[in-house]
């Protein structure tokens, strides 16, 4: 589920910047069917990847770090993206002497949206980081006691996460 919750919340990332960047051929690129199918093909590669599990541990606890490293970058990548065309987009505005108030709002709502989208990730990954370490380090080295009560005191983590996800879309979602 892990994977998944990453997995979905880098496409929502990826979504913003389609947004931002496609603007009038948003709706002709992203379509109801591309979406779904990418839903259902997300959902089975996560499906298919944790059943490694049952094959090889060492080879579901690697691949689970490679895969998450690669969406933590995918979603760095996206995040500063939307960072840099939204500070140019603002600057545009600014210095535009025909100001559409409406467009400044639409622009206040989007960027919220991005911010709230942010604080869900990063406390995600506050989350399932030290988890994954220890993970990683149990995975590599075998397992001692010191890795054993890492890996415990990381598992608290997860399971945090979910008690802060509503609190967060509550909190940050206003």
């Known amino acids: 589920m892990c994977g998944e919750s990453i997995s979905t919340l880098t496409a929502i990332s990826v979504d ?24 259902i093909t997300s959902w089975l590669i996560n499906i298919a990847f944790a059943m490694t599990y049952l ?29 840099v065309s ?21 622009m206040a709502r ?15 990954l506050l989350c399932y980081l030290p988890y994954t370490i220890a993970m990683t380090l149990s995975t590599l080295h ?9 890996w415990n005191i990381s598992g608290i983590l997860v399971y945090l996460n979910s008690s802060l996800k509503p609190i967060l879309h509550v909190t940050v979602g206003r």
């Open 16 to 39: 913003r910047l389609l947004t931002l960047l496609l603007k009038l051929t948003y709706r002709e690129t992203v379509t109801f069917i591309r979406v779904r199918l990418f839903l």
């Open 55 to 83: 094959w090889s541990k060492r080879f579901f606890f690697m691949g689970s770090c490679v895969w998450l490293l690669l969406l933590l970058i995918r979603h760095i990548v996206t995040s500063v993206k939307i960072y």
């Open 86 to 106: 939204l500070r140019r987009q603002q600057f545009k505005v600014h210095f535009n002497s025909q100001v559409n108030p409406g467009a400044s709002l639409n």
């Open 110 to 124: 989007y960027k919220k949206k991005v911010v709230s989208v942010l604080w869900i990730y990063f406390a995600l």
């Open 142 to 150: 075998g397992v001692s006691s010191c890795n054993a009560i890492a």
